[in-house]
């Protein structure tokens, strides 16, 4: 028979476990928009209007989904915002104004996957630094 302070404990590794998991798949989805931003832009041609379709809308997605994460920081949130606004300006923009507002998403990109990295690894941090009772 588990005591109460057994079934907390278990709430909260369960609870853990969820937050964990949760900035696991948003890293990963982070890290597959720059990924995709980025091999856009390294295409022989650059990024097309079409390229720029595509990645707003898996921004849009990987946005939406920080906002609903629940370990997601509200810097990760933001900067997936802008990254979204970027590759949005692209699709409005040509030439120069073109290449910056894609140039600009790869940066916010990048620094989105940064900042989520970041999120993991100080809850893994503070996971490891709590010791069980």
Known sequence: METQSGQSSSLRMG???KVKDALDHLRGAAQELHGAIS??????GGA?????EVLGQKA???HESAKGSIGAQKEVVAQLAATQKHLAEGLKASGHAFETSIRQAL??????????????????S???TKTPK
């Open 15 to 17: 609870a853990h476990t």
């Open 39 to 44: 091999d856009a832009v390294a295409k022989r």
């Open 126 to 128: 503070a996971a490891s």
């Open 107 to 124: 940066a916010d990109a990048r620094a989105s996957v940064q900042k989520v990295s970041e999120a993991v690894a100080a809850k893994r």
């Open 48 to 52: 097309t209007k079409a390229d720029l």
């Open 60 to 62: 849009k997605a990987v």
